[in-house]
């Protein structure tokens, strides 16, 4: 998976982020980002960086990821966009959708079967099986509950 197999998927033209012209985003329909290092556009390695979701793609784009507003991988990203150079190399595009939470799973699920991991900006995510693991070795290691006090006796 790269940015030109997304093209086929539905996905909008690639735009540097940098010269990202304001008009051209969608505001209220929800959708999946995905930002790609542009000097690596089509490689079969992958150039993709992110594949996120969000329910307003401008304020995603432009009051996380450029100005920093936002959670903590949103503030991670902003973070590699400003200080570490990235904004001049970085391309994004999105694919409007009614789901966007299963279309990303879905693709993050599809990247990391042919990559064997998911994309670099991405944090580690939770699949059910994971979750079960997770919430498994959560129980283990939690102490035993103490048995409820009995009342005390009215007299």
Do not use: C
Not at 20 to 25: A, E, G, I, K, V
Not at 94 to 107: C, F, H, R, S, V
């Amino acid at each position: 998976m790269n940015s030109l197999t997304l093209k086929e998927k539905g996905f909008a033209e690639f735009v540097s982020l940098k010269e990202l012209p304001f008009s051209s985003l969608p505001f209220n329909k929800g959708g999946v980002l995905i930002l790609v290092d542009s000097t690596l556009t089509g490689k079969p390695t992958s150039d993709i960086l992110y594949i996120g979701k969000t329910k307003k793609p401008a304020k995603r784009i432009l009051g996380g990821y450029l100005a920093g507003y936002g959670g903590k991988t949103t503030k991670k990203i902003s973070s590699k966009l400003l200080d570490d150079g990235y904004i001049e190399k970085v391309a994004v595009s999105w694919m409007l959708t009614d789901n966007p939470k299963a279309t990303q799973q879905e693709l993050l699920e599809n990247f990391k079967k042919e990559h064997g991991e998911y994309p670099a900006w991405n944090t580690l995510k939770k699949t059910s099986v994971n979750s079960q693991q997770s919430a498994a070795k959560a129980a283990k290691s939690r102490p035993a509950r103490k048995p409820a006090k009995p009342a005390p006796s009215k007299r």
